[in-house]
């Protein structure tokens, strides 16, 4: 068997040779100790005596160091899933002047697949239930009324993109048919108001034309992530993607944000963790739709702020997701502060 050696040089320890090689101490110590004679042993406390010039290690130098800066990048590739089920809860809490106008507590359970088909993958999503756990009382009939619109997508069969973001809908017929027979039954109950009427053409156009809404809705651009690529590992956050945020307070509106990333592997768990925060120069526009808006009504000047914070957890091997956590808080000041958090959660049998 070839031995390797590793020439000790003035000022070389035990770890910082180990940490060069992207060995273990005790690792390297061992491998030393069980390869050498007594007298070229490492003692207990680690330290090299003056006679030790050579280390054997269980590798060549340059074999070791090119598998330790492999070990700096993760490629996370996309797999087919045969059936998964994850369970989800929606957190909503918007409060003006102190008090909490919206508090709910929404849970979820879909059963999701994903299938190579020639260059794509195919996901199929299927809403098993969905249920309002908590809401005020005086807007449970409403949040009730509402759920409703959650029909025409209780199936949703998407195209995925290389990275894992929706790039088609593959069944849009099929919920344009269940937003048709939704919208009969909705109409004999419904009466002539002009909000009645903007949520019906609302629901024409988003359930015709869903990619969109898919793209728009903060859950599913969770869910169906764009993370199925190249990861450096590292341990703190850095980068700077400018990404665009849909304002869950001025509507129809974005916000533009500046994300950062941190990525750490436990095992064949690879953690992901996404940190956004407003982009102070591109949101004028928003100041200036709250100066025009909501300054009379919340008595105070705009101090727009959004921070978001999300952790994957990702099976390496399968390329499953196990975990997303994610809170969104988005205020104008003290006086206007809306928070939406989720957490999705893979459930094993």
């Not at 195919?122 to 756990?133: A, D, N, P, S, Y």
Request: glycine fraction near 4%.
């Amino acid at each position: 068997m070839e031995v390797h050696k590793y020439p000790v040089k003035e000022g070389d320890t035990l770890e910082s040779i180990a940490a060069e090689l992207g060995l273990g101490s005790k690792e390297l110590k061992k491998y030393h100790n069980t390869n050498s004679r007594p007298h070229e042993w490492i003692t207990e406390d680690n330290n090299l005596s003056k006679w030790i010039n050579i280390l054997y290690i269980p590798d060549s130098i340059d074999n070791l160091k090119n598998h330790k800066n492999s070990l700096k990048t993760l490629d996370l590739v996309q797999k087919e899933i045969e059936l998964n089920t994850y369970s989800i809860t929606q957190k909503i809490d918007l409060k003006v002047s102190g008090s909490s106008l919206i508090d709910s507590e929404t849970y979820m359970s879909w059963n999701y697949k994903k299938k190579r088909k020639n260059d794509t993958f195919i996901g199929e999503l299927e809403q098993v239930f969905h249920q309002v756990k908590y809401v005020k009382s005086i807007y449970r009939a409403l949040t009730e009324y509402l759920q409703k619109f959650n029909k025409p997508l209780e199936h949703i069969v998407v195209e995925l993109s290389d990275t894992g973001e929706v790039s088609g809908i593959n069944n849009q017929e099929e919920i344009k048919d269940r937003w048709t027979e939704l919208k009969r039954e909705l109409v004999s109950t419904l009466g002539n108001t002009l909000e009645e009427k903007n949520m019906l053409e609302s629901g024409d156009q988003d359930f015709s034309n869903t990619l969109p809404l898919i793209k728009n809705n903060i859950l599913y651009a969770l869910f169906f992530t764009d993370l199925y690529k190249k990861h450096e590992i590292n341990d703190r956050f850095d980068g700077g993607e400018k990404r665009i945020y849909p304002s869950q307070i001025f509507n129809n509106e974005n916000s533009h944000i500046i994300t950062k990333k941190k990525v750490e592997r436990e095992n064949k768990i690879i953690k992901i963790k996404l940190y956004s925060e407003n982009d102070p120069l591109k949101n004028s526009h928003l100041q200036t739709i709250y100066n025009d808006k909501l300054r009379a009504f919340l008595q105070e000047d705009c101090n727009y702020m959004m921070t978001w914070s999300v952790e994957y957890n990702f099976d390496i091997e399968t390329g499953e997701m196990l975990l997303c956590n994610s809170k969104i808080k988005e205020q104008t000041g003290n006086n206007y502060c809306h928070t939406t958090e989720y957490n999705i959660e893979l459930k094993r049998d």
